[in-house]
């Protein structure tokens, strides 16, 4: 299916691996000229030498700190007018309340909440001024499955869910959509880092992460490429009426209101 984006210009965050690579190389798939963002500026380069010998599109690098405010400032003035902003870095630390400092949680905000938040506003300033643009936030099903476990995680995502809907509750009168994207868990390298991280929470031995993956919706994670080739139909004009609404990607965990599923028993599956 033509989703319509030949020529976009899109800017992706935190785009040096996980989903935010995998964001880069879907919509080079469509044709986009794409700027890549993160603190990783050799993960960037070798990135968009793959992406330009693959897909011919222009890819350009900025290698920086995004989470300082200023850094967002310089990045939306050095991208330009671009048509789709894919707010994807972050990195919220996992764990309890009473295993969180102070600085745990502002330096997780810093980088997810106010780093969205800033860069947000910087670019819809310059969409709402031409009439058109999409914002699409990455954010994480633990916004609306909250858990006490990664308790600093689920209070920034839901302050970014409640963010996107109070903005793109409006945005539609400018000419501006912004949704966002709650992933569940997706085999990527942050998410083994949380899933070691409750191992020790819940048996004391990280090497124990594995043992959630059987307990997951298929008996797996999700695929990086499961989310962004969700982002790119919500960049496109295909979906060109959703705005202020969240897509969740998650095997139906939230719906479920678990982070884990419990295998059924036995006796729990119709006829056994």
């Not at 969409?127 to 209070?155: C, F, H, L, P, Q």
């Not at 191992?199 to 008996?219: I, K, M, N, Q």
């Not at 797996?220 to 962004?228: C, I, L």
């Not at 080739?229 to 095997?251: C, E, K, N, Q, W």
Request: with cysteine; charged share 20%.
């Amino acid at each position: 299916m033509d989703m319509r984006l030949a020529g976009a210009s899109v800017l992706i965050t935190g785009a040096s691996k996980g989903i935010g690579r995998a964001a880069a190389e879907a919509f080079a798939v469509e044709g986009c000229n794409l700027h890549l963002a993160a603190r990783d500026g050799a993960a960037l380069t070798e990135l968009a030498v793959a992406i330009r010998t693959a897909y011919g599109v222009n890819v350009e690098v900025h290698a920086m700190d995004l989470s300082r405010p200023e850094s967002m400032e310089a990045l939306a003035e050095a991208a330009g007018d671009v048509d789709v902003l894919v707010n994807n870095a972050g990195d919220i630390p996992a764990g309890p309340v009473e295993a969180l400092t102070a600085e745990d949680w502002k330096r997780g905000f810093d980088l997810k909440v106010f780093g969205y938040i800033a860069l947000s506003r910087a670019v819809y300033l310059r969409m709402k001024r031409r009439g058109s643009g999409v914002i699409i936030n990455d954010i994480g099903n633990s916004g609306e499955n909250w858990d006490y476990n990664y308790v600093a995680g689920s209070t920034g995502n839901a302050a970014l869910m409640a963010f996107t809907r109070a903005v793109g509750g409006q945005s539609m009168d400018y000419g501006v959509r912004v949704v966002a994207i709650n992933p569940g868990p997706i085999a990527t390298d942050r998410m083994t880092k949380l899933m070691k991280r409750r191992a020790v929470d819940l048996h004391g031995d990280e090497s124990r992460w594995t043992e959630f993956l059987a307990d997951y919706p298929g008996g797996r994670m999700g695929k990086p490429e499961e989310v962004a080739d969700t982002m790119v139909f919500l960049a496109s004009p295909r979906a060109g009426y959703i705005s202020g609404a969240i897509v969740t990607v998650d095997g139906g965990i939230a719906s479920y209101g678990s982070i884990i599923k419990p295998r059924p028993q036995r006796g729990d599956v119709p006829g056994t």
